[in-house]
Nanobody, 122 residues
Framework: VQLQASGGGLVQAGGSLRLSCAAS????????IGWFRQAPGKGREFVGF????????RYASSVKGRFTISRDNAKNAVLLQMGSLKPEDTAVYYC????????????????WGQGTLVTVSS
């Protein structure tokens, strides 16, 4: 499986943006998918994850209630819908596939896509 995140861009505070994570290869539906982000000068931060097939999700407290993750295994895609964006959401966003079940820890994720930059202006 290979992953590619897209959909980033510049948005004003309070706005919305939808990121996509497109997968190629087989067995996409076998992997929980997580979203992480890395702001300039900071470490990688967990955003949320979605389980393989039953759609269980979990979010970081900083984005809960504002971000929603969904997946369509038939289309090999995971979406991150972001709303009520804040300047502190500015970061490069990555999607990744976990080999260790659903997890908030980046070391459980073995396949990473190239990130997409989200910039939120105040």
């Amino acid at each position: 499986v290979q992953l590619q995140a897209s959909g980033g861009g510049l948005v004003q505070a309070g706005g919305s943006l939808r990121l996509s994570c497109a997968a190629s290869g087989r067995r996409f539906s076998s992997y929980p998918i997580g979203w992480f982000r890395q702001a300039p000068g900071k470490g990688r931060e967990f955003v949320g994850f979605i389980s393989e097939t039953n759609g269980i999700t979990r979010y970081a407290s900083s984005v809960k209630g504002r971000f929603t993750i969904s997946r369509d295994n038939a289309k090999n895609a995971v979406l991150l819908q972001m709303g009520s964006l804040k300047p502190e959401d500015t970061a490069v966003y990555y999607c990744a596939a976990s080999a260790g079940g659903v997890s908030q820890w980046s070391y459980d994720y073995v396949i990473w896509g190239q990130g997409t930059l989200v910039t939120v202006s105040s």
